[in-house]
């Protein structure tokens, strides 16, 4: 591997493995984004739906389980909606964290490797 200055620089096992890291890192940050996104997109359609309900002024309501609509009273729908707001936005804070822990740990890899090889790697996105 050459360097910008023409000079030489030596790939150990060790180097090997944290560009190895890197690139798995790298990886799953994107897929959490695409994770983030599709989580926030759930909590905007489950946010909706209880507007919807507290809009309507039907005692019994038709709420989809699986791929099927069932009847069920009101009441009944809002708690399970409020269920599955507050699983969705456990979900949506935990694919934060996690996308925080990632972005620390390839920080600190670019840091050394990037301390080791200069010019002669790149670990940015184009």
Do not use: C
């Not at 790298?26 to 905007?44: D, G, M, P, Q, V």
């Amino acid at each position: 591997m050459q360097q910008g200055e023409g000079t030489e620089a030596q790939v150990t096992w060790e180097d090997q493995q944290n560009i190895n890291k890197f690139g798995r890192l790298n990886n799953r940050f994107h897929e959490l984004e695409e994770e983030i996104k599709l989580a926030k997109e759930a909590n905007e359609s489950l946010e909706d739906a209880g507007n919807e309900l507290i809009l309507s002024d039907e005692d019994v309501v038709r709420f989809q389980v699986g791929e099927i609509f069932t009847h069920m009273p009101k009441d009944e729908v809002e708690s399970r909606l409020e269920s599955m707001k507050e699983e969705a936005d456990k979900k949506l804070e935990r694919l934060e964290e996690e996308k925080e822990t990632i972005l620390a740990q390839m920080t600190e890899l670019k840091k050394i490797l990037y301390g080791k090889f200069k010019d002669a790697i790149n670990l940015e996105e184009d």
